[in-house]
């Protein structure tokens, strides 16, 4: 279980393409021989393919989801796209079906692949119970930071929390909270500007959407977009105001969320994306690993030439590791 089906979706892909990039992207599809397609793109400067992904994608693979047996017959097709001697795809389940059959179709029509870490993984499968059993299982500290800032913020004055999952004023209203929290966070600013506000309302529309905001006398101190889709709840972005942790209102937040995910969507899971940092431990109780694939063609002279600088590349790495 993972939040795979929603960033191998046309809906998902098709939201890359429009708004996913500062430059939009020559998307190429690549046919599978189990009637699914690979989505790609060209990589900078024209030179390479690789998957149609960027730092918002929690995860890659075809579209639609599939558990494809032998792939006889990408790379034939996959040439026919041109690739310039080169593919990268990432971020990937290492124990996707798919990815096992695709290395070993490059790797038998001339081409030598290498696998690399991508970003750690932490998520939470949801025990029985519910969150009543999840939120007993968490270390005292997490629980009792929430519980003072409760208390924080009643001491404080009016607050509340929303959750917003559909289109319409309210979610516009919400939508405009979340561009406020975050333009007071410690976050930089996104890049591309238009890509979340896009993807607030395409989640809307798809039923994906989980856009919560935390207001303190009509101010709104926190925000956090979660979206849920086949049985689990992916924790996308997530900010509040500067200078009130105090009032822990990213904690109270989340564990809301949590709640809602668990106890209301009834997810099986809750996935917290890409990053290693350290709170995410206290929130997950399991962690894995996201990899990348490169492959370069053994028959395409620029396959040689990128195959030889990335070996150099790691080489390089090592040695520096090493001093």
């Known amino acids: 279980m993972s939040g795979g089906g929603l960033f191998?979706?046309?809906?998902?892909?098709?939201?890359?393409?429009d708004h996913g990039f500062v430059t939009p992207p020559q998307v190429l599809?690549?046919?599978?021989?189990?009637?699914?397609?690979?989505?790609?793109?060209?990589?900078?400067g024209g030179h390479g393919l690789?998957?149609?992904?960027?730092?918002?994608?929690?995860?890659?693979?075809?579209?639609?989801?599939?558990?494809p047996g032998p792939l006889a017959g990408f790379s034939k097709a996959l040439r026919g796209l041109r690739p310039g001697g080169s593919l990268r795809l990432q971020p990937l389940d290492a124990d996707a079906p798919w990815l096992a059959a695709l290395e070993s179709e490059l790797r038998a029509s001339g081409w030598w692949t290498s696998r690399f870490f991508a970003f750690a993984n932490w998520y939470q499968p949801v025990p029985a119970?519910?969150?009543?059993?999840?939120?007993?299982?968490?270390?005292?500290?997490?629980?009792?930071?929430?519980?003072?800032?409760?208390?924080?913020?009643?001491?404080?004055?009016?607050?509340?929390?929303?959750?917003?999952?559909?289109p319409g004023p309210?979610?516009?209203?919400?939508?405009?909270?979340?561009a406020e929290v975050y333009a007071q966070s410690w976050k930089q600013a996104?890049?591309?500007?238009?890509?979340?506000?896009?993807?607030?309302?395409?989640?809307?529309?798809?039923?994906?959407?989980?856009?919560?905001?935390?207001w303190?006398?009509?101010?709104?101190?926190?925000?956090?977009l979660w979206l849920v889709h086949g049985g689990s709840a992916c924790i996308f972005k997530l900010a509040y105001v500067e200078g009130t942790q105090k009032l822990s209102p990213g904690s109270v937040l989340t564990a809301a969320l949590m709640r809602h995910a668990m106890d209301v969507d009834r997810v099986q899971e809750v996935d917290y994306l890409s990053g290693d940092d350290a709170y995410k431990a206290d929130w997950m109780a399991q962690r894995r690993e996201r990899v990348g694939l490169l492959a370069f063609d053994q028959?395409?002279?620029?396959?040689?030439?990128?195959?030889?600088?990335?070996?150099?590349?790691?080489?390089?790495?090592?040695?520096?590791g090493g001093r």
């Open 8 to 17: 191998q979706s046309a809906a998902w892909f098709a939201l890359l393409r």
């Open 29 to 44: 599809r690549c046919p599978l021989p189990n009637g699914g397609v690979l989505p790609l793109m060209r990589g900078p």
């Open 50 to 67: 690789q998957a149609l992904a960027n730092y918002y994608s929690g995860l890659y693979g075809p579209m639609p989801v599939a558990t």
């Open 129 to 166: 119970g519910g969150f009543e059993a999840y939120w007993a299982q968490r270390p005292s500290p997490l629980r009792h930071s929430v519980e003072r800032g409760q208390r924080r913020l009643q001491r404080a004055g009016a607050w509340r929390i929303d959750i917003h999952t559909a």
């Open 170 to 178: 309210a979610l516009d209203e919400a939508a405009r909270a979340y």
């Open 190 to 214: 996104e890049q591309p500007a238009g890509f979340v506000p896009a993807l607030i309302q395409r989640a809307a529309q798809q039923g994906w959407l989980r856009l919560g905001v935390l």
């Open 216 to 224: 303190l006398d009509g101010r709104p101190l926190a925000a956090q």
């Open 299 to 320: 028959r395409h002279p620029l396959g040689w030439v990128q195959a030889a600088r990335h070996g150099l590349g790691r080489l390089r790495a090592q040695w520096r």
